[in-house]
């Protein structure tokens, strides 16, 4: 999980928290290459990813 968590950090993304979620799941959504699928290590995180996708 230390590797995985240095990562999102590294790529600015935030770790372990919806709101983070939300936010880096709104910057992929909104890219130019959008992913055909997110992971979320942890349920706040999929709470953001899903709130992200309905706006």
Not at 30 to 50: E, N, Y
Request: aromatic content about 6%.
């Amino acid at each position: 999980m230390h590797g995985y968590s240095q990562q999102l950090l590294a790529a600015r993304l935030a770790v372990d928290e919806e709101e983070g979620g939300y936010d880096a799941a709104l910057r992929l959504l909104s890219s130019d290459s959008r992913p055909t699928a997110l992971f979320a290590s942890i349920d706040d995180q999929a709470i953001g990813v899903m709130r992200s996708a309905a706006t």
